[in-house]
């Protein structure tokens, strides 16, 4: 137990030492990205996504984003805008014909919804995945 506390901890503080105050007082971090952790589009329509850094999910980032489906003859299938507070995805249907996912935030920033504070990406997140 202890030692599961102890690596959430490093793991922590590591994400707080590579986000880089500016000289305006504004806090940025570049290497964030999305990610998908699990995806069923097709079976179930549902996708669950986070905001992550180095392959390691941060919960408690938030931004609000679209999420494209895309078939096999590019055609753009599903546009859907979701505010970022949940990142498990559930589609009215699966869509069997999907396969491409886009993922594209809708500002260069992300929130830290624990203190409310923004931090800037440099250019919006996003997502592109095809799928098998």
Known sequence: MYKCLFYIFILSGFNLFSQTQLENGEWEDKYLSFKI????IREKGSINLCISKDSICIENLIVGFTVRLIDSKGVQISNSLWTGKNMEIEFKKAFPE???ILVEAGAPF???KITGTRISTGKPLS???YLK
């Open 127 to 129: 997502l592109r995945k």
């Open 110 to 112: 992300v929130i830290n």
């Open 98 to 100: 999907a396969i491409e």
């Open 37 to 40: 952790s699990q995806e069923s």
